[in-house]
């Protein structure tokens, strides 16, 4: 009988049928981030042992959508776009790990299977949602420009429950984005034991960063943001307290790999 092969399940004699491509993986996409403070309190409750929080602006918090194709170094996914094309929304904070600073995912939603079995590999708390981001364009008035005065609308939904609202408008284009997303990430790995006895399976701290980095021009500009409540789901404990900034960009990136830090 031959090896089961295959990057991630299903593994099979070939392993063409697995969920997700071996890395490299390349990311390209648009990105609207939202920068707000929420309790310092809240944020450190979603870290584990160990893990500290930031020494300055404890309580800060990026909410961030991303609509993106992304590809293995193949690119055969490009001409199957429903393989390669995703949107997700995620919640980034910054953290201090033996002297450290990271960015780390808190929450996260997705809406394609392969992007869901991709962020758990990766440590990203991946769950499925519906997320949605208005689109600039270039002609027509069925759209915003990448200009001031753009208005952008984004929300965010899971098991049919709405979970965020969010509305941006530029003000001006800028050099630099935010600063809650701009560390290296801080993820957890953790699979339970099949053995309920047994400590877990899978248990690591790792980290990680992209490398190809290619970013678009900046554009800053103000929001506001609602963080509804909904059964099964712990957002709301990061209620934005006061606003910091917003930015739009566009994300060029590639991902290869981490390194477990514990």
Not at 96 to 109: A, L, Q
Not at 145 to 159: I, K, M, Q, V, Y
């Amino acid at each position: 009988m031959p090896e089961l092969e295959g990057f991630l399940y299903p593994r099979t004699a070939t392993g063409h049928a697995s969920i997700v491509p071996p890395p490299p993986w390349h990311y390209s996409g648009d990105v609207l981030t939202l920068e707000f403070r929420a309790e310092p309190d809240a944020v450190a409750a979603l870290l584990p042992r160990g893990v500290e929080l930031a020494e300055d602006d404890p309580g800060a918090v990026a909410a961030i959508w991303a609509d993106w194709q992304s590809c293995s170094s193949t690119f055969e996914e490009l001409l199957d776009p429903v393989r390669s094309q995703y949107m997700e929304c995620f919640f980034v904070v910054r953290c201090r790990y033996r002297g450290e600073h990271y960015s780390r995912c808190v929450f996260i939603w997705v809406d394609k299977d392969f992007a869901l079995a991709r962020g758990w590999y990766q440590g990203y708390p991946k769950k499925i949602g519906q997320m949605w981001m208005t689109r600039p364009v270039s002609v027509g008035k069925a759209g915003p420009r990448l200009e001031p005065g753009g208005t952008f609308g984004a929300t965010l939904s899971a098991n049919d429950r709405r979970l965020v609202d969010a509305r941006f408008t530029i003000t001006e284009e800028v050099e630099t984005g935010g600063f809650v997303n701009a560390l290296p990430m801080l993820h957890s790995r953790w699979m339970p034991s099949i053995d309920p006895s047994q400590p877990a399976a899978l248990d690591e701290l790792v980290t990680m960063s992209s490398r190809d980095v290619d970013l678009g021009p900046v554009y800053q500009g103000t929001f506001e943001v609602t963080i509804h409540d909904a059964p099964g789901e712990e957002l709301t404990a990061l209620r934005p307290l006061e606003p910091i900034a917003g930015y739009y960009r566009r994300v060029g990136a590639t991902f290869e790999g981490g390194t477990k830090l514990a």
